[in-house]
């Protein structure tokens, strides 16, 4: 199976109103990943101004704004982007999920590790705040409007502001 039709199962999975293949070119998530993908390679190899303007115009075009520095694995799904923020030191892990209004932030202005990093299979639900060079687990859920300001572990799920835990599973059993 080509890459392009695994991720279109991706997020079939994720997303029951995806009706088509040809629907993911509509995406706002599937268009700002792609001109990401652009945009990063041109900030490795040190093209910052080019990089920036490539996510400039994509942030102008879908809402999402993802910075050229950003790591970004496969499969990530911004269900209704309109104001997702990911900071140019965050890593997002493969078959993440995010929802409208999620802020991946910094805390700090030093030229350092500055951003989350989000394991595989993290979900983030709308107007989320994450910030800080903080690492949110494997599987992890965070509820809609929370805000994290530390780490979660694998398999929890946490809601509020401050975010507190709710739910923990070890191998899909709750032991919240």
Known sequence: MGKFKMYYESIKERDPALKSIWE??????????????????LY?????FIARLISQ???????????????????????HGMGVVIGETAIVGDRVTLFHGVTLGG????SVKRHPTLEDGVTIG??????????????????????????????TTVVGNPARVVVKTTNGLSVA
Do not use: M, Q
């Open 57 to 79: 115009f994509s942030r102008f075009i879908t809402g999402i704004e993802i910075h050229p520095g950003a790591v970004i694995g496969k499969y990530l799904f911004i269900d």
């Open 24 to 41: 993911l070119f509509l995406y706002p998530s599937f268009i700002a990943i792609s001109y990401h993908r652009l945009a990063h390679r």
């Open 126 to 155: 709308a107007g989320t705040t994450v910030l800080g060079n903080i690492s949110i687990g494997k599987g992890a859920i965070i509820g809609a409007s929370s805000v994290v300001l530390k780490g979660v572990a694998r398999f």
């Open 44 to 48: 490795k190899s040190k093209w910052y």
């Open 107 to 110: 805390i700090t202005t030093a």
